[in-house]
């Protein structure tokens, strides 16, 4: 199967007549309805629910409590490479993003000494990240650095570039848990506009790989559309459709969403359709009342402030303490290079502005109420 069809079936103009006509009183519908429709996903991010964001709020924090409990978990971002052969204009790792900082690609030696960091942090799960260099940084070292991370954690994930199944299943072997991938959006003209280079400018491989993972076994899936790319209201109705279409075709792996949103990009790049502080909160707000069972990843791309608000909104999945270089837990800190370029900063991918420690979030989401959770409870009863 692919989600292609789904897509040529609901082209912008069929989604932009979705908030056609929507009236105050459609928002009250929409709040209270045990299942919506992708019509109520729309009133509830249409600007006429801009006031009811706090009712939203509330029906939110319930249904997040039903579904998930009161707890957060927590992971890690791990740069095992930050070489790319993509020219995404958005990103700092982009082979074209005129910087000119060391690019380099961890060693077996130097992921082991990573996962240490970071296991003696606490963490207990992972997510694996390399550019888009499949020659460069092939399957077969990815597939190392899995087997690596699984002697230190029992979770470990992968956000790399899109594989054919028969990839994703030699990672899944190797004890992968999880793949994240993000369709960066989901505007065809838009996305081929923004990746000028690389493997990645093919959109329908990319658009399939998800549901390709969860084919290999994956059993965490997690998608989301870079906010700030396209028109948000366009693209998340859009990616709320793909995660509709991911729980029933990927039905035995958990499904969850990310919200990344741009914030520092290269200066060839002005962000073209910027998303605000409360457009993120209704966005996660709209999505938790029509996606009620998925859970949502935030990361250290937001504010201390900010993310601690964000908590009791709908959040199960936090990363902290993070470092978006590769080695930047212990081999390459605070960015500089001991080895071949002494004081060459190493690459990365963009600036965090949650700079707070792993201790320092648990605090917080302690605060909010919430238990922090360093292990992920479900593999003791996944039979896999
Ligand atoms: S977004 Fe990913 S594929 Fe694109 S340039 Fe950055 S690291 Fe490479």
């Known amino acids: 199967m692919s ?9 912008r103009p069929r989604v932009e007549a979705l908030y056609a006509g929507i009236t105050p009183e459609e928002v009250d519908a929409a709040l209270y309805r045990e299942r919506r429709s992708l019509r109520d996903l729309a009133v509830l991010l249409s600007p006429v ?10 029906e939110a924090h319930q249904l997040t409590r039903r579904h998930f409990g009161r707890t957060v978990s927590l992971y890690a971002p791990l740069y095992i490479s930050n070489l790319c052969a993509a020219d995404c204009l958005y990103c700092g790792f982009a082979a074209h993003s005129g910087s000119r900082e060391k690019r380099t690609t961890l060693t077996p030696e130097q992921i082991r000494r990573e996962c240490a960091a970071l296991q003696a942090m606490g963490y207990q799960s992972v997510l694996l990240l390399t550019g888009d260099a499949p020659r460069a940084v092939p399957l077969n ?29 030699t990672l899944c072997n190797r004890g992968l848990e999880g793949v994240t991938l993000y369709m960066e959006t989901y505007d065809r003209e838009t996305y081929a506009r923004v990746h000028q280079g690389g493997d990645k400018t093919n959109y329908d491989f990319r658009l399939d790989a998800i549901e390709r993972a969860g084919e290999a076994g994956a059993r965490r899936l997690s998608i989301g559309a870079l906010l700030g790319l396209f028109d948000w ?9 793909h995660a509709r279409w991911l729980q029933k075709q990927c039905w035995r792996s958990a499904l969850s969403i990310s919200f990344p949103r741009l914030r520092h990009t290269p200066p060839r790049f002005i962000i073209p359709c910027p998303v605000s502080d409360t457009d993120l909160v209704q966005i996660m707000l709209g999505l938790r009342l029509f996606l009620p069972e998925v859970g949502f990843n935030l990361s250290t791309r937001e504010t201390p402030a900010f993310r601690d608000r964000l908590i009791p909104l709908g959040i199960t999945a936090m990363s902290a303490g993070s470092s978006t270089r590769p080695g930047g837990y212990a081999t390459h800190r605070a960015g500089f290079t001991g080895h071949s370029r002494p004081g060459a900063p190493v690459l990365e991918q963009f600036e965090i502005d949650d700079r707070r420690s792993p201790a320092e979030v648990v605090a917080a989401i302690r605060r909010a109420g919430y238990d922090p959770v360093w292990k992920d409870f479900d593999r003791a009863f996944d039979n896999n």
Do not use: Q
């Open 3 to 11: 989600f292609l069809p789904m897509m040529e079936a609901w082209p």
């Open 49 to 58: 629910a801009r006031t009811r964001l706090e009712d939203m709020a509330r």
């Open 141 to 169: 070292h990815i597939a190392d650095a899995v087997g690596i991370a699984r002697e230190f954690f029992p979770s470990v994930a992968v956000e790399i570039y899109a594989l054919d199944t028969a990839g994703y299943r």
């Open 233 to 241: 209201r366009i693209d998340v109705l859009w990616l709320a459709m």
